[in-house]
């Protein structure tokens, strides 16, 4: 059963290309079989039926749909994703304007969920049955129950009423004239061009959309740490560190707590794809602007070619998430590395 | 693995059902669960008779009584075209449960009978069961339903189509690794040196020993869907207006936001009282049954 880290990665590097493949044809299948013609609704019902058929034969619509897919493979492997019917300009020059925001976003909540849902669930797993651990429980399953939309309607009601001037919608002030830089991360840009005050601003309008877009996962991941540590309290290894009198401190934070990360870095990969999903009600509820604002307008205008790609893109990004939980947990765990140590 | 054994040796005397209900009963968040859901089934079932304004479900317009805020008179309180929001909360309940009901009517018994087969045979079946499990949780539910939905039509309906597609998959994952692992116990070699039939191992056998994981998870599912629904519905994927559907109602209401707020939260807080009701229930049974998520 064990196998070299290494050899595990690339077995799982091999699943998802077959996963990715998979669900490029699933997509496309979809995008081309449903009714509507796409060159029709490209062109709006006043274009007359020549130019509907010249558009349909420049976008290779007339090919049987194995030649379509085989094309579109090709060009996508060489970074061409077609055409976005509604922007008239490529979907790879959309998605490099509109996928930093999201990456931003995403990443700055995942941190913020590890800050505070870990800590949480090592607490609430300490003081069991106790007064603190009903308080985590509680919020915990506020963070499973409530709808993404209303958290972030809330906090940003809240907002403005209790913190007058704190920005509540986009990512920056456009008075700061700040003309963008070279990653589109800005708070990145902004230190690294040493504009602290760009940094500072983009921080402010990323608080609140990454708070509401972390709650559902806090929710998650504080009670798979919490259930995870009282597990592995009782494994015998800790009740021999408790025997030899190790301080319970020790054995929490050096030993109990790396061992009980795993599972939630498991789901944290899990969690992406509802991470993602959400950041569509969050981007729209704050008017973000980023990857999910624009596959919500593809998705709302039947831009074929952009909604295929916002698919792919954000089934690569769930894949990709995954693949950093693996090597991370292939880190921790000393038990996937035993046979490198022989 | 979750134990599967649902009575301890010591209940034995006792009935199941009794043994059952004690345990149920002296679980609070069943209970809370329980009764929350309970008043949800009847507001909605009875919601022409139970809500003040039954007519201001459909296309009404009242102009004098626009956004008015919550009183004893609409204790929601009304919306842009001066509809009571109490009478459309209890009735978009009825889509939101109508859209459990759909999914999970589908996709909990496919997903049962496809993990239990894969699990037990083995073979091709679960290679193509596995195989397609993969591809879904690659997919971020919300966008694929997103996406299904508006190829077609942004309905309700293609919605629902939509996420019954996707959610078989986690039944039938979660079935097949409960079934996989039954498979090899003595009884069920025992039961087939009997000369029991695959059917009769597979619903007599296997069946009756996934139903606390079944329950659970189908009792937290019905929280997600709802949620998931609702989500849909807000982004604009919802029921065709007038019907009232609480998603939609939040969206319409975003507009007036800061100054008519009830427009927002008093649909928005019947959907956390829904999925509040739902992931009690949930964690309830699971502490019940013993069964880890």
């Given amino acids: 059963m064990q196998q070299h880290p290494l050899v595990a990665i690339l077995t799982r590097l091999g699943t998802f290309v077959l996963?990715?493949?998979?669900?490029?044809?699933?997509?496309?299948?979809?995008?081309?079989?449903?009714?509507?013609?796409?060159?029709r609704m490209a062109l709006g019902?006043?274009?007359?039926?020549?130019?509907?058929?010249?558009?349909?034969?420049?976008?290779?619509?007339d090919q049987p749909l194995a030649v379509q897919y085989l094309d579109y493979v090709g060009k996508a492997l060489h970074g061409d994703l077609g055409m976005s019917l509604v922007s008239q300009r490529p979907v790879t020059a959309d998605l490099k304007q509109t996928a930093p925001a999201t990456v931003e976003l995403v990443l700055v909540s995942v941190i913020f969920m590890f800050l505070v849902a870990i800590p949480?669930?090592?607490?609430?797993?300490?003081?069991?049955?106790?007064?603190?651990?009903?308080?985590?429980?509680?919020?915990?399953?506020?963070?499973?129950?409530?709808?993404?939309?209303?958290?972030?309607?809330?906090?940003?009601?809240?907002?403005?009423?209790?913190?007058?001037?704190?920005?509540?919608?986009?990512?920056?002030?456009?008075?700061?004239?700040?003309?963008?830089?070279?990653?589109?991360?800005?708070?990145?840009?902004?230190?690294?061009?040493?504009?602290?005050?760009?940094?500072?601003?983009?921080?402010?309008?990323?608080?609140?959309?990454?708070?509401?877009?972390?709650?559902?996962?806090?929710?998650?991941?504080?009670?798979?740490?919490?259930?995870?540590?009282?597990?592995?309290?009782?494994?015998?290894?800790?009740?021999?560190?408790?025997?030899?009198?190790?301080?319970?401190?020790?054995?929490?934070?050096r030993y109990l707590l790396k061992l009980s990360s795993i599972a939630p870095l498991t789901i944290m990969g899990l969690e992406f794809a509802s991470l993602i999903g959400n950041a569509f009600v969050i981007e729209m509820v704050f008017a973000w602007g980023g990857f999910a604002s624009y596959g919500l307008q593809a998705i709302l205008q039947k831009?074929?070619?952009?909604?295929?790609?916002?698919?792919?893109?954000?089934?690569?990004?769930?894949?990709?998430?995954?693949?950093?939980?693996?090597?991370?947990?292939?880190?921790?765990?000393?038990?996937?590395?035993?046979?490198?140590?022989? | 693995m979750a134990d599967m054994k649902m009575l301890d040796s010591s209940d034995r005397g006792l009935s199941t059902g009794y043994m059952m209900w004690y345990r149920f009963?002296?679980?609070?968040?069943?209970?809370?669960?329980?009764?929350?859901l309970l008043s949800v089934v009847i507001l909605a079932v009875f919601a022409p008779w139970l809500t003040p304004y039954p007519k201001h479900v459909g296309a009404v317009v009242d102009f004098r009584a626009r956004h008015l805020p919550p009183d004893l008179a609409h204790w929601f309180g009304t919306d842009k075209a001066g509809r009571d929001i109490f009478s459309r909360t209890i009735f978009g309940l009825r889509v939101s449960l109508l859209l459990v009901i759909g999914v999970l009517g589908i996709s909990v018994p496919v997903g049962t009978v496809l993990g239990l087969i894969a699990g037990y045979f083995g073979g091709w079946v679960e290679r193509i069961v596995s195989g397609l499990t993969n591809v879904m949780l690659a997919m971020p539910p919300l966008v694929m339903a997103l996406a299904v939905s508006n190829l077609l039509e942004p309905t309700l309906m293609n919605a629902m189509i939509a996420i019954t597609l996707l959610w078989w998959t986690w039944h039938a994952r979660l079935i097949y690794s409960v079934s996989k692992s039954i498979a090899s116990e003595d009884y069920i070699e025992a039961a087939r040196l009997a000369g029991a039939g695959p059917l009769h191992i597979l619903f007599r056998e296997i069946l009756p020993n996934c139903v606390s994981v079944i329950s659970v998870k189908t009792t937290l599912d019905a929280a997600f869907v709802i949620l998931f629904g609702a989500t849909l519905s807000f982004l604009g994927f919802g029921v065709k207006p007038p019907t009232p559907d609480?998603?939609?109602?939040?969206?319409?209401?975003?507009?007036?936001?800061?100054?008519?707020?009830?427009?927002?939260?008093?649909?928005?807080?019947?959907?956390?009282?829904?999925?509040?009701?739902?992931?009690?229930?949930?964690?309830?049974l699971r502490d019940m049954f013993d069964v880890e998520s």
């Fill in chain 1, 19 to 39: 996963v990715m493949i998979a669900l490029s044809v699933m997509i496309f299948v979809l995008a081309r079989v449903v009714p509507g013609d796409p060159a």
């Fill in chain 1, 45 to 61: 019902p006043a274009a007359t039926q020549e130019q509907v058929d010249a558009l349909r034969l420049q976008m290779g619509l």
């Fill in chain 1, 120 to 253: 949480v669930g090592v607490i609430t797993a300490h003081y069991r049955d106790r007064a603190l651990d009903h308080i985590g429980r509680i919020l915990s399953l506020t963070g499973v129950t409530i709808p993404s939309f209303l958290f972030a309607i809330t906090l940003q009601l809240l907002a403005a009423r209790g913190l007058p001037g704190w920005p509540i919608i986009g990512r920056i002030d456009h008075s700061l004239g700040w003309p963008g830089g070279p990653t589109g991360f800005l708070i990145l840009d902004g230190l690294l061009a040493g504009r602290f005050d760009v940094a500072l601003n983009a921080l402010q309008h990323l608080a609140l959309p990454a708070f509401a877009l972390s709650m559902a996962g806090i929710g998650q991941i504080t009670r798979i740490t919490r259930s995870s540590m009282i597990e592995n309290q009782r494994k015998d290894h800790v009740l021999t560190l408790q025997s030899f009198g190790v301080p319970e401190r020790v054995i929490i934070f």
């Fill in chain 1, 303 to 342: 831009d074929l070619n952009a909604v295929t790609a916002v698919v792919l893109v954000a089934g690569l990004f769930f894949i990709v998430a995954n693949l950093i939980v693996d090597v991370l947990i292939s880190i921790i765990d000393p038990r996937l590395r035993r046979k490198e140590a022989r």
């Fill in chain 2, 25 to 36: 009963s002296r679980n609070p968040a069943a209970v809370a669960g329980s009764l929350i």
């Fill in chain 2, 246 to 284: 609480l998603g939609s109602m939040v969206a319409d209401g975003r507009q007036f936001m800061p100054d008519f707020w009830w427009e927002v939260l008093c649909p928005g807080a019947a959907v956390l009282y829904v999925t509040l009701g739902f992931n009690l229930l949930g964690d309830g």
